[in-house]
């Protein structure tokens, strides 16, 4: 009789071997049936506490056998500054001088803002090959981790975008109850809030936000953003895990949205991470709309593997276009691996859209001109800075805010250097919205040493090798490169605000980071370089940022592809009175020395006499609301001057800046909570896909075609109104208008300035259609030979006609009808607002607003709101020039 000896090692194959066999019948066939990965977010329960009253180890506090005493509650994802809001121990930072009652980390030194962050949870120790992760999307700056008593990070991490991932598998606990303990250490330097732009710059030697030592239009976050800012994750896989997922798509050809589409190609690759000291044999799968291929795959113990796929064809594919372009269909691709025993390991499912984007040199305009499946595309941008200038992001906000930049017709965002890589969520909103994206790196002119510059510390030399860590920069850039690379949005990324990286870094970027990790897209290595828009006229190679005349934007030709372009934007009074008090609600003043306090701490903009020739205000709420004929007019203007030149003087144009993170009074369509201005709808007015225009130096008729499809039996129809409301049809013609241009008609010029030297008037035009719809709807109105509103200023009042109705679930009609023998319903703003305290809801969406009606016409608005608002508590608010204010209840 022979004995049998098993070695402990066959013995463990043999037991894992069981294992998955047995997992394999309870799945019951669990390659289709089920998913091997569940993902959770740790985002409650956390509790914090200052590093000054922690005097026990890292391994200690994060043993559960240690009682945490007078803890306090936590926000994560947040900051310091969040979770001391939240337990009321600092005021709103956002209201009046308040920012100004709250220590600064300069002052009080680091270890003020540095705190532990404890979090239990409960997992219990993985069964078989299971693999349990922790994950971190972002931390700022510094930390060290701890679970259940042991250290999980070897060294401190450092770094605002590094992303970290720790196999926590054998640090569970054996009861389930863990707990986690992370200390976290603002940045290093902290940069003196002295006023300058990043303050004196020293903030940059970090890789971090740079916004937070203060700027021109937001004061200093006193802590620096110091915190756990981003999610915080538990995920589970079987044995292996799947990560960077890559997907490449290519369009070729000129493509149209309404046609049938030839195939495009999808290329694809991700990486398998193998944690087990096994061999793996096992086809890697991808699928997308019902089609499927795979691949087989041997992965090495202890290995981490890329795998590219074949290249897959997508018959008739659904295209992705940027908004007013096509719609914006998008993709589920899904990656999974399966073994050999037909065990489902993990999968990872994105969502991308089919559209290849191209960019090449324009040689008339000497600016780079952009390409979406074979088009070109007239860029209209707006500068981003981030959502919340304290880091409380949510998918709703992100929707809200880039829906509205959906609404202002823009087809660009622009992300700002002094800020963020931006969230997934954000750029799930820009893949919904059809909003391309420029995503800048964490560099800018101001802190990193383009100009000279007296309140910066250091001189431009020392702040011109910022940051400190380059390696930490290259290795920040490819993670947040893998992070955000799926996204059809994303359109460029760019080196940095107003100046490159430092040539070491810059090098590696384009040599091999970017061609490795992602080469389908534009490199620009800094936001106003001569490969996007060539300076031939000098200076910094954008700007201004100040208000302008109308004519300006039409008559004097700036950089090709303006990069920061902009000005004012308050809004009205109900959006001031949120955050500045009571006593502070004045005039803000006829010179800027007179400014008051409150508003020259929340950075206003300059609106010199374009204002008062509206007329003296009365008061704030009359300043407010001649604020947004000013800013409509502006945005509209700057829009309209620069698509007049389309292809000729300018491939694009990026307005400075669209979104405010702060409650800031200057360069912003809407406030900071989400409450829109005037100036908002005049982009969309002059964004439209088919826009007649009136040039204000020459008279010239001007109709802009951004369509792919030439325009035929287009009637262009322009009246003259006076301000009794009596109209005369001074010029008509049919036009033709080719695809993606720009055709001037006629000049009317000596007509309008014989009608309106005296008091000024209305001009509306008009875009028929052949079967005689209105395509387009644009009104002017001018001022009197001296440049005053007198005309408007001596209107009648109109006896606008509303009836509201309920839509459906969260849509609200609104009409507006103006009697026949009725003046002009002049620049009506609809709010929707509680019917009791008379506030708006906010956010909600409107088609238009700010809106005129001429005598005997009618107009329909809908409002988008929440579903769960009760219409019954909602009411509808009307106040326009020459309307009274007046509220309707919703039929």
């Not at 908004?323 to 390991?345: A, C, D, H, R």
């Not at 709101?865 to 009307?878: M, R, V």
Request: glycine residues 6%; contains cysteine.
């Amino acid at each position: 009789m022979h004995q049998i000896i098993i070695k402990p090692k066959f013995l463990t194959y043999i037991l894992v071997l069981h294992f998955l066999l047995l997992s394999q019948l309870l799945s019951f066939n669990g390659a289709e049936q089920s998913s091997s990965k569940i993902q959770y977010e740790l985002n409650s329960g956390w509790v914090c506490k200052n590093i000054q009253e922690v005097k026990i180890t890292g391994e200690e506090l994060s043993k559960t056998s240690y009682q945490l005493k007078d803890w306090m509650q936590a926000k994560v994802p947040g900051t310091v500054l969040t979770s001391l809001l939240e337990n009321k121990l600092i005021p709103d930072p956002f209201y009046g001088m308040n920012n100004k009652k709250i220590q600064d980390i300069y002052y009080t030194g680091r270890d003020h803002y540095t705190y532990w962050f404890v979090k239990e949870f409960n997992e219990k120790v993985s069964v078989g090959n299971e693999q349990v992760w922790l994950n971190f999307r972002g931390v700022n700056y510094g930390c060290d981790i701890f679970l259940n008593g042991q250290k999980l990070n070897e060294s401190t991490h450092y770094g605002m975008f590094l992303r970290q991932t720790y196999n926590i598998t054998s640090f569970l606990s054996d009861d389930g109850n863990n707990r986690l303990a992370v200390i976290v250490y603002p940045p290093d330097p902290v940069g003196n809030p002295n006023g300058g732009q990043g303050g004196d710059g020293t903030i940059g030697r970090n890789i971090t936000n740079q916004y937070v030592a203060g700027w021109d239009w937001i004061q200093p976050v006193r802590d620096r953003n110091t915190g756990i800012w981003d999610k915080v994750t538990i995920e589970k896989t079987n044995s292996i895990k799947l990560v960077k997922p890559h997907v490449i798509t290519l369009v070729p050809g000129k493509r149209f949205p309404e046609k049938t589409q030839k195939p495009a190609i999808i290329k694809s690759s991700i990486t398998i991470n193998n944690p087990t000291p096994n061999s793996i044999s096992g086809n890697l799968y991808l699928s997308i709309d019902n089609a499927e291929i795979k691949k087989e795959v041997q992965l090495l113990p202890n290995s981490s593997q890329k795998i590219h796929l074949s290249d897959f064809t997508l018959t008739d594919p659904k295209l992705w276009w940027p908004n007013g372009y096509g719609e914006q269909t998008l993709y589920k691709v899904n990656f999974k691996f399966i073994s050999n025993l037909n065990i489902l390991m993990d999968e990872v499912e994105i969502t991308t859209g089919i559209r290849e984007i191209q960019t090449k040199w324009n040689e008339r305009t000497r600016s780079r001109e952009i390409l979406v499946n074979g088009q070109k595309i007239f860029i209209k941008g707006g500068n981003w800075i981030i959502s919340d200038a304290m880091l409380r992001f949510s998918p709703e906000r992100y929707n809200a805010e880039v829906r509205f930049h959906r609404d202002m017709n823009l087809n660009l965002i622009r992300i700002w250097g002094g800020a963020i890589t931006e969230r997934p969520e954000f750029y799930n909103a820009c893949d919904k919205y059809g909003i391309l994206v420029m995503q800048d790196f964490w560099m800018s002119g101001d802190c990193n040493g383009k100009w000279l510059d007296p309140k910066k510390k250091e001189d431009q030399w020392t702040r011109r090798k910022y940051p400190d860590d380059h390696k930490l920069f290259l290795k920040s850039v490819a993670d947040q490169v893998s992070m955000i690379r799926n996204h059809p949005s994303l359109a460029f990324y760019c080196g940095g605000n107003e100046i490159p990286p430092p040539q070491d870094i810059l090098t590696v970027m384009v040599d091999s980071l970017l061609p490795a990790l992602d080469s389908t897209r534009y490199f620009f290595e800094y936001s106003n370089a001569d490969s996007m828009s060539h300076n031939s006229i000098g200076g910094n190679g954008d700007g201004p940022y100040h208000i302008q005349n109308i004519n300006t934007f039409w008559e004097k030709r700036t950089f090709p592809f303006n990069s920061e372009i902009g000005s004012i934007g308050i809004g009205d009074y109900q959006s001031l009175e949120r955050f500045i008090p009571e006593e502070n609600l004045v005039l803000p003043g006829t010179s800027w020395r007179d400014i008051d306090s409150v508003w020259r701490y929340h950075k206003t903009s300059w609106y010199g006499n374009f204002i008062e020739r509206y007329g003296t205000p009365t008061d704030l709420n009359d300043f407010a609301s001649k604020a947004q004929l000013v800013n409509y007019n502006q945005y509209r203007g700057l829009m309209e001057g620069h698509i007049s030149h389309m292809w000729d003087w300018y491939t694009g144009v990026i307005i400075w800046k669209t979104q405010n993170p702060w409650t800031a009074l200057r360069g912003q369509m809407y406030d900071y909570y989400l409450d829109p201005n005037g100036g908002l709808y005049g982009l969309n007015n002059a964004n439209k896909s088919i826009h007649a225009m009136y040039n204000p130096v020459d008279g010239m008729l001007t109709v802009a075609n951004h369509t792919f499809n030439s325009q035929h039996d287009l009637m262009i129809q322009a009246k003259a109104i006076d301000f009794t409301g009596k109209d005369s049809l001074i010029f008509q013609w049919f036009i033709e208008v080719t695809p993606t241009s720009v055709q001037k008609i006629e000049s009317i010029k000596r007509t309008l300035d014989k009608l309106y030297s005296e008091k000024g008037g209305f001009l509306s035009l008009r875009l028929l259609s052949s079967n005689q719809n209105i395509i387009d709807d644009n009104l002017y109105w001018f001022p009197d030979s001296s440049g005053n509103y007198s005309g408007l200023q001596q209107m009648a009042k109109s006896n606008l006609e509303v009836k509201v109705r309920k839509e459906q679930t969260g849509k609200i009609e609104v009409k507006l009808v103006n009697p026949k023998d009725e003046t002009v319903a002049f620049f009506n703003r609809i709010s929707l607002v509680d019917r009791k305290t008379k506030k708006r809801i906010l956010p909600s969406f409107y088609s238009d607003n700010y809106i005129s009606v001429l005598p005997g016409e009618e107009k329909i608005i809908f409002i988008d709101h929440k579903a769960e608002q009760n219409d019954k508590e909602l009411a509808i608010s009307i106040s326009g020039w020459n309307v009274d204010e007046q509220y309707f209840a919703i039929e």
